[in-house]
């Protein structure tokens, strides 16, 4: 059987300077730059194009900067903007995955069990920390996300509903993960 080829459109979104285009240029080019100008996506001037911005959406990332609690804070609008207006084609929810960014500085604003229960109470399939600038949990995360997203294309629905459960990243395990 023949190889195929997927196109998944993926929503990241959070507040202004959390990382989404580093995160990007990380995952996409393996490639951090501190300096970047505004970018369209995850701006709230805007919010009234959103609903084009998501639509035919897989799946999305909501993020934000662990030194900064408002951009948490925001997370919770962002995640009910994504649930207003964006489902699959079955009427389920987008799978979003929260990445809590800027791992590597400190102190952090947040606890993990602040973040824990925030992920869950929101129906995140899942959250964990990140550094875009060390290249931490980059990769993993987005192979919890793409995992998730191919058992939603080859099944209609997810094999586990959302749980919002810190990621350990040590226990991830994908057979065959030549990708990403």
């Not at 202004?16 to 995850?42: C, I, P, Q, W």
């Not at 931490?136 to 959302?162: A, C, Y």
Request: include cysteine; charge should be neutral.
């Amino acid at each position: 059987m023949g190889s195929f080829d997927y196109l998944f459109k993926v929503l990241v979104v959070g507040d202004t300077a959390v990382g989404k285009t580093s995160l990007l240029n990380r995952y996409v080019h393996d490639v951090f730059g501190k300096e970047y100008k505004m970018t369209m996506g995850g701006q709230e001037r805007f919010t009234s194009m959103t609903r084009l911005y998501y639509k035919q959406a897989s799946a999305c990332i909501v993020m934000f900067d662990l030194t900064n609690p408002d951009s948490f804070r925001s997370c919770q609008m962002w995640k009910n903007d994504l649930d207003s207006k964006v489902t699959l084609p079955n009427g389920d929810l987008l799978p979003c995955i929260l990445l809590a960014n800027k791992s590597d500085l400190s102190p952090w604003a947040l606890t993990k069990e602040q973040i824990d229960k925030f992920s869950k109470e929101n129906n995140f399939i899942g959250w964990t920390e990140t550094s875009v600038k060390e290249n931490k949990n980059i990769n993993e995360s987005m192979r919890v996300l793409i995992q998730r997203m191919m058992e939603t294309r080859d099944s209609g629905r997810p094999s586990t509903p959302p749980q919002g459960e810190y990621i350990n990243i040590n226990d991830i395990s994908v057979p065959g993960s030549g990708c990403c």
